[in-house]
């Protein structure tokens, strides 16, 4: 029974393993490497004509803002871009809400009542990558 166990949460590692290191997948086309990329935030910030190349959507599982930013720059000279414009965007996925009440009897037979509710949203973080090429 123990070694069932273990099987299926070594499985179960594997497969988190797996998906948090997974590589991000890439739709566009693709050009000999680069060795540099300019980072843009914002597409008004380029300054250059430009062609869109492709792009790649990132979410759950990535680490650091800052590791994921790198492995989008290295993603970039593999694909032959010369710039990345890159936005950071929070989608709300699930509201949650949950309250109590506290009801009570009065020697006068009056009920006395509190409530109290909290609302939260769950967020999901994505980061969206969109190649592109300088036009000489």
Do not use: H, W
């Amino acid at each position: 029974m123990k070694k069932e166990t273990f099987i299926r949460l070594f499985g179960i590692l594997l497969i988190a393993f797996m998906t948090a290191c997974a590589k991000p997948s890439y739709f566009g086309n693709t050009y000999p490497p680069t060795s540099n990329v300019d980072v843009y935030l914002d597409k008004a910030d380029i300054r250059k004509q430009y062609t869109t190349m492709g792009s790649t959507t990132l979410d759950k599982g990535f680490g650091s803002i800052e590791s994921t930013q790198q492995k989008v720059i290295e993603m970039g000279k593999s694909k032959g871009a010369d710039g990345v414009i890159m936005t950071l965007t929070e989608d709300v996925v699930v509201t949650q809400q949950n309250g109590t009440a506290i009801a009570s009897k009065t020697k006068k037979d009056k009920v006395i009542a509190n409530s109290s509710s909290q609302t939260r949203d769950i967020k999901e973080t994505k980061i969206i990558a969109t190649f592109i090429k300088y036009i000489q």
